[in-house]
Nanobody, 128 residues
Framework: QVQLVESGGGLVQAGDSLRLSCAASGGTFSTYGMGWFRQAPGKDREFVAAITWSGGSTTYADSVKGRFTISRDNAKNTVYLQMNRLKPEDTAVYYC?????????????????????WGQGTQVAVSS
């Protein structure tokens, strides 16, 4: 069983930056594909970014491409989401998730339904 704990959320102004962290425990972190998702009030959960086991491949939602960067440190069992040039529409609860399927060795996964473990989320609010 993998436990995921997000941190780093907060209230910022448009144009600011934040770095989210997600610490994993209880599993072999380096063999999980990792992803970040978000859910705004009244909306469905949506994909933000994902990364393969070693970090060699990443994928992003079009809405964040060029502004957000996902990375991981397998020695620290942690995945990060660097968010730059934040916009009010980025306001949401951000969740990290772990996917145990072996395909995530070479392919970053953007399908929420295929992830096995989820954190509790961290709130990000961006004011205009």
């Amino acid at each position: 069983q993998v436990q995921l704990v997000e941190s780093g959320g907060g209230l910022v102004q448009a144009g600011d930056s934040l770095r989210l962290s997600c610490a994993a425990s209880g599993g072999t972190f380096s063999t999980y594909g990792m992803g970040w998702f978000r859910q705004a009030p009244g909306k469905d959960r949506e994909f933000v970014a994902a990364i393969t086991w070693s970090g060699g491949s990443t994928t992003y939602a079009d809405s964040v491409k060029g502004r957000f960067t996902i990375s991981r440190d397998n020695a620290k069992n942690t995945v990060y989401l660097q968010m730059n040039r934040l916009k009010p529409e980025d306001t949401a609860v951000y969740y990290c998730a772990a996917d145990s399927h072996p395909r995530t060795f070479y392919s970053a996964n953007h399908y929420a339904r295929e992830y096995d473990y989820w954190g509790q989320g961290t709130q990000v609010a961006v004011s205009s």
